[in-house]
Each structure stands twice: as structure tokens, then as C-alpha cells.
């Protein structure tokens, strides 16, 4: 990932990506589409002339990761870095 995409990705509720360890096997052509149309004033995503926001589960689901097994306290794992 090259400074600017992870200068992009710190700014969207995404940012918790860059504090794994291990890499997810996610499509990175929809990760930067999304950062891509992340608006860091309105807090969602521009998608044509709409402003739409997603839940954390949502996000997950259009990724491909698993939402199943343990829920994962994120405030705790990663304090100030959801929902900002």
C-alpha cells in the first residue's frame, strides 16, 4: 500500500485495517473504492448524488469477512479509531 492510500484509509472507518497483524484476504479493488468515496465531513459514503452510510456488519458483509464466531470489541482493541 503505497503513504497516500494509507494516508486515504486513516481517514474512513476503515483505519483499523492498518493495526492488523496478519493480512486479510479482502479485494483491495473494493477497499480503495470504497476509501475512494469515503466523505471524512459527512461521515458516509457518496455513492452517484447520494450519501449513504453503512454499519460495521455491513461493511464486513461486502468485504467478505466473516461475521460469525467471537463479536470483536473494537472501542476496546483500538480506543478513539471506530466511528471517528
Known amino acids: 500500500m503505497s503513504p497516500f492510500q494509507r494516508q486515504k484509509l486513516e481517514t474512513t472507518p476503515f483505519k483499523w485495517l492498518l493495526c492488523l497483524e496478519e493480512p486479510l ?5 473494493v477497499v480503495m ?3 475512494s468515496r469515503w466523505s471524512s465531513i459527512d461521515l458516509c ?10 454499519f460495521v456488519f455491513e ?3 461486502y468485504l467478505g469477512l466473516g461475521v ?16 471517528k
Open 59 to 61: 461493511v464486513c458483509l
Open 33 to 35: 473504492k470504497l476509501v
Open 68 to 83: 460469525v464466531g467471537e463479536e470483536v470489541n473494537f472501542e476496546h482493541c483500538a480506543p478513539g479509531m471506530i466511528n
Open 25 to 29: 484476504q479482502i479485494s483491495n479493488v
Open 45 to 54: 459514503f457518496q455513492i452517484r448524488e447520494y450519501l449513504v452510510s453503512f
